[in-house]
């Protein structure tokens, strides 16, 4: 059973950057998506990025051309490079996994983008 195990979290000043990354405890080769959602406090849980076993990606409107997902499967991880950072990136980001018969979630990491 796949478990993900997000890292890379933390404090940054706006317009900083952190690279997340969620690191699988198993093959990730037959995921069909590998998702980056975040949730704010009072908000709903959105999704960020997404990346297709084929490399294909999209993200969300709020972070184009600012974030950047990828995904290593010779290391079972899939990466978030999260740069120019504001203060409403602040969330638990949290990584998925998509397969044909399962899903899994991460734990979540906290980033807050503060002065």
């Known amino acids: 059973q796949v478990q993900l195990v997000e890292s890379g979290g933390g404090l940054v000043q706006p317009g900083g950057s952190l690279r997340l990354s969620c690191a699988a405890s198993?093959?990730?080769?037959?995921?069909?998506?590998m998702d980056w959602y975040r949730q704010a406090p009072g908000k709903q849980r959105e999704l960020v990025a997404t990346?297709?076993?084929?490399?294909?990606?999209n993200y969300a409107d709020s972070v184009k051309g600012r974030f950047t997902i990828s995904r290593d499967n010779a290391k079972n991880t899939v990466y978030l490079q999260m740069n120019s950072l504001k203060p409403e990136d602040t969330a638990v980001y949290y990584c998925?996994?998509?397969?044909?018969?399962?899903?899994?979630w991460g734990q979540g990491t906290q980033v807050t983008v503060s002065s």
């Open positions: 198993g093959s990730i080769f037959s995921v069909y998506f």
């Open positions: 998925k996994a998509v397969a044909s018969t399962w899903t899994r």
């Open positions: 990346i297709a076993g084929g490399g294909s990606t």
